[in-house]
């Protein structure tokens, strides 16, 4: 036990005030004020619950590592958790928070469409939420507004990653595709995109389909994909819904090339190393390999038991930003957290080879993102280490902004 709390304790100091932000110490020492109080909306029941779950224990982790350190520019954070269940709940709970509560700020979600709800609570407010989950392109375009920032990848950044793999693999030009899509706004959104990058690098749709979000029985679709007979069946499913999947294809004994233009780490540890294939975007996972990435692994797993799922991670690392935010700020209020997150100083060690930073004209935070791919069954090492991970997407060589061109969504106008 005393060796697990010292190494957690040298986490803290080292990891998540220098490793995980870069957080200067002289931020916090400032003279302790009221606590900060932040909210925290995520699902954590239906089809998107899987992800609330690690989105929660990925925000907690996040506010005890803050207030070890001093707290948000001195101040302690007081963290008020609600489970947004769907887009009227999560509206309805982000103004009770706002009213009775008075939290500072929100934090979180999953889901595109309570994103919307939620961003135009705050927005009302003047306070600054942060997405952590949510990918429609349309948040950062057409349905942008001032106060909302996004900690996770939109979904045409997802598309251009995946689609260039599935370019090197000679899978794109003159190929069949079956598209599976989640009957949602995440869904629509990232469908619009996966076929404006193949209409624009000739691949052709064979069929797709919409499926609704509480759908558990895909045989149905199974028998349409084998009668079409395409070259890759592409997935643009949510949560539960690519478990299921995943574990009914194998049952078909379908084999045409899988992936997809979204992915959490969490559907490949349900569906188990016997059914998870492809190759998949991801915008972090517990494999990269760097100090602050592994500190963090460590950290988690000595609190949970298991690693953390990328869900996790985008919460943890909104509520360092907030924190670091609030300290250089010297202001929890909308606009002065908007102005700093807006400003050239403002970059953020995201446990990546590159720093990221918020994108002055939609707020997306931009940054390198994973390519993950199935490992043979027999070669999984254990219930999480099923996967490899490639090297940070662009490469080195290439502006970070290369993968968030050519978006849908519509334009931004703050």
Known sequence: MKTTMT??????????????????????????????????LTPTTGFLGPLGEYAQMGIKLAVDHINANGGAGGRQVELIMEDSVNPQTASTKAERMFERDQVDMIIGEISSASCLTISQVAARYGKVFVNTGGN?????????????????????????????????????????????????????DLLAAAKAFLDTNGGQIAGEDLVPTDATDFSSYMLKIRQAQPDVVALNLAGTQITNFFKQYGEFGLDFTLGGFGFDTVSAWAAGAQNFRG????????????????????????????????????????????????????????????????????????????????????????QEIYAITALPADEAQNEYDIFTTSEPLPGSDEPLETLAQSVTGGTCSL
């Not at 190929?175 to 599976?180: I, P």
Request: some cysteine; hydrophobic content about 40%.
């Open 279 to 366: 190759t998949w975007p991801n915008v972090w996972n517990h494999l990269v390999q760097n100090d602050a990435s592994q500190a963090f692994v460590q950290a988690f797993t000595e609190a949970y038991g298991k690693p953390p799922e990328n869900q996790a991670w985008g919460d943890y690392n909104a509520g360092l930003i907030m924190a670091r935010a609030v300290a250089e700020a010297g202001d929890a209020g909308g606009d002065a957290l908007v102005d700093y997150l807006e400003s050239e100083e403002a970059q953020f060690d995201l446990m990546k080879n590159r720093k990221g930073y918020f994108r002055a004209s939609d707020h997306q935070l931009i």
């Open 136 to 188: 429609s392109d349309s948040l950062r375009g057409q349905d942008c507004n001032r106060y909302m920032f996004h900690v996770e990848t939109q979904n045409s950044m997802y598309v251009n990653a995946e689609g260039q793999y599935f370019k090197t693999q000679d899978m794109v030009e003159g190929k069949n595709w079956y598209m599976m899509t989640a009957d949602y706004a995440f869904g629509h």
């Open 7 to 40: 190494n957690r304790r040298g986490f803290l100091r080292a990891g998540a005030a220098g490793l995980a932000l870069g957080v200067a110490a002289p931020a916090y020492l400032r003279a302790q004020g009221a606590p900060l109080k932040i909210g925290h």
